[in-house]
C-alpha cells in the first residue's frame, strides 16, 4: 500500500493551490471578467481520431489519402479551442493578457502580414504558443494551379522554420477555401492536419456553423489578429467576450495541439 503523503506536504500542495486561484482571481479582474476562466482537464492519453468531417470529402473515399479537415475534435470533454488567424495587428497588450490568463491559443500565420514583427510572434512562441501555416500570401487557393497552392504552402512552411525553428504540421487555407490541389499541396508539404472552425468571435459577436448557433465540446472557435482598425474593439476585448461566453456556459479553452 502507498503510503499517504505528508500531512506538511498537503498543507503545502493546498497552499500552492490558493495562491494559483488568487493570481487567476486577480488576472480575471484585472482584465474585466467577472468569472475565473475554467482550467481544462489534463489531455487525453489516447489522442481522438480525427476523420474528415461530412460535407468536406474531396473526390469521396479518396479524402483519406490526404490530411483531416475539421471542425471540431471529438471529444466529450466540455472544452474549446480558441484559432487566431493571419497576424494583422500586433497588440502587446493581447499577449499580456493570454499569458495573465494562462489562456491557451493556436496561430495560423500569414507571411505577408507577419514579416513587419517576427519578434512579436517569437514572443508568442516563447509563451507556449505553436506557430502555424496560414500561406504566404493568404490567396484564395482553389483559383491557383497545384503549382501555385504549393509554393503557398511550402513557401509559409519554410519562413516559418526559419524564423521559428519548427517546421508547423498544421494548416488552415485562407476563407477555409480549399480543394483537392490544396490538400495534395498541403500533404507534400509536411502538412498533418487542417483544422478550420465551428463558430467565430468578433470583439462584439460571435458567429456560428451549426444549426443551434451554440457551441459543442471540442469546437474549434477562430478569431483574428485585429484591431480597431478593422473591429468595434481590439483583441483584449474579442478575448473578453470570447471567455465570458464559454465560461458562463461551462467550458475550459483546451491546447488544440494536446487533442491531435
Not at 479518396?62 to 487566431?84: G, S
Not at 478550420?196 to 483574428?224: C, K, M, Q, T
Not at 465560461?247 to 494536446?258: M, P, S
Amino acid at each position: 500500500m502507498l503510503e499517504a503523503p505528508p500531512a506538511r506536504a498537503l498543507d503545502a500542495y493546498a497552499s500552492e493551490l490558493r495562491r494559483s486561484y488568487a493570481a487567476r482571481v486577480a488576472a480575471a479582474k484585472r482584465w474585466g471578467l467577472a468569472q475565473v476562466p475554467l482550467l481544462p482537464p489534463a489531455p487525453p492519453a489516447r489522442k481522438p481520431e480525427l476523420r474528415t468531417r461530412e460535407g468536406f470529402e474531396v473526390d469521396g473515399h479518396r479524402a483519406r489519402r490526404f490530411p483531416p479537415v475539421f471542425t471540431t475534435v471529438p471529444t466529450r470533454q466540455k472544452v474549446v479551442f480558441l484559432t487566431i488567424d493571419d497576424g494583422a495587428e500586433k497588440d502587446p497588450a493581447f499577449l499580456r493578457m493570454m499569458s495573465e490568463l494562462n489562456v491557451p491559443y493556436t496561430a495560423f500565420l500569414s507571411d505577408y502580414l507577419v514579416k513587419d514583427d517576427y519578434g512579436y510572434f517569437k514572443r508568442m512562441q516563447d509563451g507556449g504558443v505553436t506557430l502555424n501555416n496560414h500561406t504566404l500570401r493568404h490567396r484564395f487557393l482553389p483559383g491557383l494551379s497545384y503549382k501555385a497552392q504549393k509554393r503557398e504552402i511550402c513557401g509559409m512552411q519554410k519562413i516559418i522554420e526559419k524564423r521559428y525553428g519548427k517546421r508547423p504540421t498544421l494548416f488552415r487555407p485562407p476563407y477555409g477555401d480549399y480543394d483537392r490541389d490544396t490538400l495534395r499541396a498541403a500533404k507534400s508539404c509536411g502538412i498533418k492536419a487542417v483544422p478550420l472552425w465551428n463558430a467565430e468571435v468578433f470583439a462584439d459577436r460571435w458567429e456560428y456553423r451549426e444549426w443551434d448557433r451554440d457551441i459543442h465540446p471540442g469546437d474549434i472557435v477562430l478569431s483574428h489578429f485585429r484591431g480597431k482598425d478593422h473591429w468595434d474593439g481590439t483583441m483584449p476585448d474579442m478575448v473578453r467576450h470570447f471567455l465570458k461566453l464559454v465560461t458562463a456556459k461551462g467550458y475550459a479553452v483546451a491546447r488544440l495541439e494536446d487533442y491531435l
